[in-house]
């Protein structure tokens, strides 16, 4: 036979193999699980490329080029961060200086003096957001953004700048410089990105790869044998191996592929970040897609010939049952749980490398102990099957006690899985000490003190934010103090109405106790003091206005924001400390980029060690069969699978919860630091309760369905 | 005697092609035992499949303990081979996790019985059978004593017929011995009758009839 008929024949075989062997159709799915998961995890590291080289590009083509003697200047430029809410956006202020500057990527034309343009996202933020800076006159198109979903206004003055504030702006010839605007300022670097996909989604995908590969190796394992008894050589078990998971493989990458098309074709948001996806920037990058795309299963089917096993298999002794756990491990176990449990004791640096070490081997332990546990566990089981008399029970409290390995693997992936979410939660939800005194301070008088910071302040101008502010709110100025305190100054009703601080000429330090506002104020404020004084007749420009309300209205904030916006040039309307708040936001996303990709890996890691338990699940069913088969009673398979696989796995969901949520606690304890997020724990433990309930759903289903196929075969 | 217990008549089962059964037939009385001999894939097996109505042949009457399992529904007839047939394979099909009294046991609770009923018959039936009960996984006994456990588990609901499929093949001759001898006492101790599928003489000769199963048909075998 020529060598392609060979090659086509062996595929056939292992075709038809794949289709009637013990445990095939979760085989199956395992391996279209594998190469769909392989398939978009390769896709998400050629799609984040592609997104940040459509972010460099677009970011390269809107910065402001600066004038020069040769390239005069033909628009007037500066740029000013804002918030709304917690979320950051970016403004630009621009004032062509000729009739034919041409406008940045993404407008058509210039906006008239005292409108603004606004990017989508921003334009639907709310928060007052479509009005505050002027008439809204449209949208930034896809051309002029980092990402579809970035939060940007092009703002054009009610009047070109002049006078002191005129020395604010950069006269640029026009765009095309990288300037590091808006989402492109600062941004991870693209290999730590990168980094971060494989360590906590592509590595699980390749264990559930790995594992799917070997998914009832038992008959393969036979078989592979058997032919290279027969004088097949390794090429021709490679192609029957291939034959046999080529067409869940292939089956798995179309899977993997609806996802690619559709970000291809639309703006997909991505849960968890909120970043939306660029499909421009996909398309760009549409080779290199394809490659990698193709790539996934070619290494998936790669990964199945090269675990399968290249020698035949050894030994000949009886199976034993579990094994004692060593004294010593369960030793290192009681020391990391002490570690964690003392770190508290420590504080500091210590106190976190203690807790950090501890934690480690808590997890490295958690195999160990869960061994024990779960030979235990079978005991009581099987006893409590004896003296009841359900034999699910007794034959699933049997198996755990003889099989714990089964138990253990998906009980470890479980309860690794439910540490990494929580400690990547936790971890991110850390501010520094300012962020949080900023927090803590908005929670305690929310907008009832807002700074004003605007340059220059030109009396006119500040006379007319005065007067668009909220009825109720006040205005003092604030002048840092340099060597000396800071010092709060104002009329003698508004110091006295606004915060009930006594009227003297002379600056007279704030009290330390008494008005809750005054408090913040002081805990804001003056290094070296702050003070507040009646103001002078003749005084300098204050650094900054403060605009102090008795009551502050929810929507405080929005409206100080529009008269500032209205009157003052390129204000920053803030509440205390929330500059700290606004500085933390790039850990904050960076941290929602970790928690996706840690997600993303432990449904990944549940599902390997789902289809891993299943498989050995299905092992051991063939015992069953006969009995289950003659009496009639198949169901006992799903009585079986709950109790070996549902009952441990649940039980282990609630332990491992517990035991997470007491280190992220001692976590934040020990930093004094950062959250709890219960709703995510809640959200992760659900996940694990799911995929035990499944788990032992599938492996009952496939058991009993072997099960009722089965004959005796003695003649 | 009221009539065989099992009751063949005009058996017959092809599949892909090929005919296994033509035509078979054969009655076993209570307390009567009978030994199907025949070479490897002859039938044997599937004839044994089609008495406890796993495989339903393509025509014929199989009536066992007075039901034609030919013509039960799948629940009805479940139910009939819970009550009234015990089957003994090759391998004793055991679960090696479990302690010998649970698998013996493991008919009866899975058929409804009470536990303590379940568990005291086993016990009872393994004692008289010299197996040990408890303290050890059955994965760990010979495999003479693993045999026996499955005597004991085909025994256990109190069966009217024993069905064995080449019950000693995977046994040192010691250990066939002994089972040989076990399992040829249960339709004088038992009242039940024996159904022995088994290519060894010595075997077959100890049943108080022997068939040969040949071209799909069974046929009495020349005295030796």
Same mark, same amino acid.
């Given at each position: 036979?020529?060598?392609?008929?060979?090659?086509?024949?062996?595929?056939?075989?292992?075709?038809?193999?794949?289709?009637?062997?013990?445990?095939?159709?979760?085989?199956?799915?395992?391996?279209?699980?594998?190469?769909?998961?392989?398939?978009?995890?390769?896709?998400?590291?050629?799609?984040?490329?592609?997104?940040? *080289?459509?972010?460099?590009?677009?970011?390269?083509?809107?910065?402001?080029?600066?004038?020069?003697?040769?390239?005069?200047?033909?628009?007037?430029?500066?740029?000013?961060?804002?918030? !709304?809410?917690?979320?950051?956006?970016?403004?630009?202020?621009?004032?062509?200086?000729?009739?034919?500057?041409?406008?940045?990527?993404?407008?058509?034309?210039?906006?008239?003096?005292?409108?603004?343009?606004?990017?989508?996202?921003?334009?639907?933020?709310?928060?007052?957001?479509?009005?505050?800076?002027?008439?809204?006159?449209?949208?930034?198109?896809?051309?002029?953004?980092?990402?579809?979903?970035?939060?940007?206004?092009?703002?054009?003055?009610?009047?070109?700048?002049?006078?002191?504030?005129?020395?604010?702006?950069?006269?640029?010839?026009?765009?095309?410089?990288?300037?590091?605007?808006?989402?492109?300022?600062?941004?991870?670097?693209?290999?730590?990105?990168?980094?971060?996909?494989?360590?906590?989604?592509?590595?699980?995908?390749?264990?559930?790869?790995?594992?799917?590969?070997?998914?009832?190796?038992?008959?393969?394992?036979?078989?592979?044998?058997?032919?290279?008894?027969?004088?097949?050589?390794?090429?021709?078990?490679?192609?029957?191996?291939?034959?046999?998971?080529?067409?869940?493989?292939?089956?798995?990458?179309?899977?993997?592929?609806?996802?690619?098309?559709?970000?291809?074709?639309?703006?997909?948001?991505?849960?968890?970040?909120?970043?939306?996806?660029?499909?421009?920037?996909?398309?760009?990058?549409?080779?290199?897609?394809?490659?990698?795309?193709?790539?996934?299963?070619?290494?998936?089917?790669?990964?199945?010939?090269?675990?399968?096993?290249?020698?035949?298999?050894?030994?000949?002794?009886?199976?034993?049952?579990?094994?004692?756990?060593?004294?010593?491990?369960?030793?290192?176990?009681?020391?990391?749980?002490?570690?964690?449990?003392?770190?508290?004791?420590?504080?500091?640096?210590?106190?976190?490398?203690?807790?950090?070490?501890?934690?480690?081997?808590?997890?490295?332990?958690?195999?160990?102990?869960?061994?024990?546990?779960?030979?235990?566990?079978?005991?009581?089981?099987?006893?409590?099957?004896?003296?009841?008399?359900?034999?699910?029970?007794?034959?699933?409290?049997?198996?755990?006690?003889?099989?714990?390995?089964?138990?253990?693997?998906?009980?470890?992936?479980?309860?690794?899985?439910?540490?990494?979410?929580?400690?990547?939660?936790?971890?991110?939800?850390?501010?520094?000490?300012?962020?949080?005194?900023?927090?803590?301070?908005?929670?305690?008088?929310?907008?009832?003190?807002?700074?004003?910071?605007?340059?220059?302040?030109?009396?006119?101008?500040?006379?007319?934010?005065?007067?668009?502010?909220?009825?109720?709110?006040?205005?003092?100025?604030?002048?840092?103090?340099?060597?000396?305190?800071?010092?709060?100054?104002?009329?003698?009703?508004?110091?006295?109405?606004?915060?009930?601080?006594?009227?003297?000429?002379?600056?007279?330090?704030?009290?330390?106790?008494?008005?809750?506002?005054?408090?913040?104020?002081?805990?804001?404020?003056?290094?070296?003091?702050?003070?507040?004084?009646?103001?002078?007749?003749?005084?300098?420009?204050?650094?900054?206005?403060?605009?102090?309300?008795?009551?502050?209205?929810?929507?405080?904030?929005?409206?100080?924001?529009?008269?500032?916006?209205?009157?003052?040039?390129?204000?920053?309307?803030?509440?205390?400390?929330?500059?700290?708040?606004?500085?933390?936001?790039?850990?904050?996303?960076?941290?929602?980029?970790?928690?996706?990709?840690?997600?993303?890996?432990?449904?990944?890691?549940?599902?390997?060690?789902?289809?891993?338990?299943?498989?050995?699940?299905?092992?051991?069913?063939?015992?069953?069969?006969?009995?289950?088969?003659?009496?009639?009673?198949?169901?006992?398979? *799903?009585?079986?699978?709950?109790?070996?696989?549902?009952?441990?796995?649940?039980?282990?969901?609630?332990?491992?919860?517990?035991?997470? !949520?007491?280190?992220?606690?001692?976590?934040?304890?020990?930093?004094?630091?950062?959250?709890?997020?219960?709703?995510?724990?809640?959200?992760?433990?659900?996940?694990?309760?799911?995929?035990?309930?499944?788990?032992?759903?599938?492996?009952?289903?496939?058991?009993?369905?072997?099960?009722?196929?089965?004959?005796?075969?003695?003649? | 005697?009221?009539?065989?217990?099992?009751?063949?008549?005009?058996?017959?089962?092809?599949?892909?092609?090929?005919?296994?059964?033509?035509?078979?037939?054969?009655?076993?009385?209570?307390?009567?035992?009978?030994?199907?001999?025949?070479?490897?894939?002859?039938?044997?097996?599937?004839?044994?499949?089609?008495?406890?109505?796993?495989?339903?042949?393509?025509?014929?009457?199989?009536?066992?303990?007075?039901?034609?399992?030919?013509?039960?529904?799948?629940?009805?007839?479940?139910?009939?081979?819970?009550?009234?047939?015990?089957?003994? +394979?090759? +391998?004793?099909?055991?679960?090696?996790?479990?302690?010998?009294?649970?698998?013996?046991?493991?008919?009866?609770?899975?058929?409804?019985?009470?536990?303590?009923?379940?568990?005291?018959?086993?016990?009872? &039936?393994?004692?008289?059978?010299?197996?040990?009960?408890?303290?050890?996984?059955?994965?760990? &006994?010979?495999?003479?004593?693993?045999?026996?456990?499955?005597?004991?588990?085909?025994?256990?609901?109190?069966?009217?017929?024993?069905?064995?499929?080449?019950?000693?093949?995977?046994?040192?001759?010691?250990?066939?011995?002994?089972?040989?001898?076990?399992? +040829?006492?249960?339709?004088?101790?038992?009242?039940?009758?024996?159904?022995?599928?088994?290519?060894?003489?010595?075997?077959?000769?100890?049943?108080?009839?022997?068939?040969? &199963?040949?071209?799909?048909?069974?046929?009495?075998?020349?005295?030796?």
């Amino acid at each position: 036979m020529s060598g392609r008929g060979l090659s086509r024949q062996l595929l056939g075989i292992g075709r038809a193999a794949g289709r009637g062997a013990p445990g095939g159709r979760l085989r199956f799915v395992a391996l279209l699980l594998a190469a769909a998961a392989l398939t978009a995890v390769a896709a998400a590291a050629v799609g984040a490329a592609a997104m940040y *080289h459509g972010r460099d590009v677009r970011d390269r083509a809107r910065g402001p080029v600066p004038a020069t003697a040769r390239h005069p200047a033909t628009v007037l430029w500066s740029d000013l961060d804002e918030a !709304a809410g917690d979320v950051p956006h970016w403004i630009v202020y621009v004032e062509p200086l000729t009739p034919d500057a041409a406008p940045p990527p993404g407008v058509r034309a210039w906006p008239a003096p005292g409108e603004v343009l606004l990017s989508p996202a921003l334009a639907a933020a709310g928060d007052g957001v479509r009005e505050r800076y002027g008439r809204y006159a449209g949208t930034i198109g896809a051309a002029g953004l980092a990402s579809p979903a970035e939060r940007l206004a092009y703002v054009r003055p009610r009047h070109p700048p002049a006078g002191a504030e005129r020395r604010s702006w950069d006269a640029a010839a026009g765009f095309g410089r990288a300037y590091g605007l808006g989402e492109a300022q600062d941004p991870e670097p693209l290999p730590m990105l990168l980094l971060a996909l494989g360590g906590l989604a592509g590595v699980p995908a390749l264990a559930l790869a790995t594992v799917a590969a070997r998914c009832g190796s038992a008959t393969r394992d036979r078989r592979t044998d058997l032919l290279r008894a027969l004088g097949a050589r390794r090429r021709h078990r490679a192609l029957i191996d291939v034959g046999e998971a080529a067409p869940p493989v292939l089956a798995g990458t179309a899977l993997g592929l609806p996802p690619v098309a559709t970000a291809l074709a639309v703006p997909v948001r991505l849960p968890i970040t909120g970043y939306v996806l660029a499909p421009g920037d996909l398309r760009a990058a549409w080779p290199l897609l394809a490659a990698a795309v193709a790539a996934a299963p070619a290494l998936l089917l790669a990964l199945v010939v090269a675990l399968a096993p290249a020698a035949p298999g050894g030994g000949t002794r009886p199976r034993r049952f579990a094994e004692r756990v060593p004294r010593r491990r369960l030793a290192a176990c009681g020391a990391a749980f002490a570690a964690v449990a003392g770190s508290q004791y420590l504080g500091g640096r210590t106190g976190l490398v203690v807790f950090s070490l501890g934690t480690l081997g808590l997890w490295a332990a958690a195999p160990s102990l869960g061994a024990m546990l779960s030979g235990r566990l079978g005991r009581s089981l099987a006893r409590l099957g004896r003296r009841a008399g359900p034999p699910g029970l007794l034959i699933g409290g049997r198996w755990t006690a003889a099989h714990p390995g089964v138990v253990v693997r998906l009980a470890a992936a479980t309860a690794i899985g439910l540490g990494l979410i929580v400690q990547l939660q936790v971890w991110t939800s850390r501010l520094n000490d300012e962020a949080a005194a900023a927090h803590a301070t908005r929670d305690r008088i929310g907008a009832a003190v807002l700074t004003v910071d605007a340059g220059a302040f030109d009396p006119a101008a500040v006379r007319a934010f005065t007067a668009r502010l909220p009825a109720g709110s006040r205005v003092l100025t604030l002048t840092e103090g340099g060597t000396g305190p800071d010092v709060i100054a104002g009329g003698c009703a508004d110091l006295r109405r606004a915060l009930r601080l006594p009227c003297t000429a002379a600056p007279a330090a704030l009290p330390l106790d008494g008005d809750p506002r005054v408090q913040e104020l002081r805990k804001w404020y003056g290094e070296n003091g702050i003070a507040a004084r009646t103001a002078p007749a003749r005084a300098r420009p204050p650094d900054a206005l403060l605009v102090v309300a008795d009551r502050a209205a929810p929507d405080q904030e929005r409206r100080v924001k529009r008269a500032a916006f209205a009157a003052l040039p390129a204000p920053r309307v803030q509440t205390l400390g929330e500059t700290w708040i606004l500085g933390v936001d790039r850990y904050v996303r960076t941290g929602r980029w970790l928690l996706l990709f840690g997600s993303c890996g432990l449904a990944l890691l549940l599902a390997a060690a789902g289809v891993g338990a299943a498989a050995e699940f299905l092992r051991f069913g063939p015992a069953l069969a006969p009995v289950a088969v003659l009496t009639g009673r198949t169901r006992v398979f *799903h009585a079986v699978a709950w109790w070996h696989l549902s009952v441990p796995l649940l039980v282990t969901t609630l332990v491992g919860g517990a035991v997470t !949520a007491w280190d992220g606690l001692l976590f934040v304890s020990v930093v004094r630091d950062g959250h709890l997020d219960w709703g995510v724990l809640a959200a992760a433990m659900a996940g694990c309760a799911a995929a035990a309930v499944a788990v032992g759903a599938g492996g009952g289903l496939a058991a009993a369905r072997a099960a009722r196929r089965w004959r005796p075969v003695a003649d | 005697m009221v009539g065989p217990v099992v009751r063949a008549r005009g058996v017959r089962y092809a599949v892909g092609g090929r005919v296994l059964l033509d035509g078979a037939g054969l009655d076993v009385p209570a307390g009567g035992s009978v030994a199907v001999s025949g070479p490897s894939g002859s039938g044997k097996s599937t004839l044994l499949m089609c008495l406890l109505g796993l495989v339903r042949p393509d025509a014929g009457e199989i009536a066992v303990a007075g039901a034609d399992v030919t013509r039960m529904s799948r629940r009805a007839l479940a139910e009939h081979r819970r009550r009234t047939m015990g089957m003994v +394979f090759q +391998f004793g099909e055991l679960l090696p996790e479990l302690t010998p009294v649970e698998n013996a046991a493991l008919p009866a609770l899975l058929g409804g019985t009470g536990r303590r009923a379940a568990y005291a018959a086993a016990r009872e &039936l393994l004692v008289r059978l010299g197996v040990p009960v408890e303290g050890t996984a059955t994965g760990l &006994l010979s495999g003479g004593e693993r045999q026996r456990v499955a005597v004991a588990r085909a025994l256990a609901a109190g069966p009217a017929v024993v069905l064995a499929d080449e019950p000693t093949g995977a046994l040192d001759a010691e250990a066939r011995e002994a089972v040989a001898d076990l399992l +040829f006492a249960l339709p004088a101790e038992h009242g039940c009758a024996l159904v022995v599928a088994t290519h060894d003489p010595a075997v077959a000769a100890r049943a108080d009839e022997r068939l040969v &199963l040949r071209g799909g048909r069974l046929s009495a075998e020349a005295a030796a």
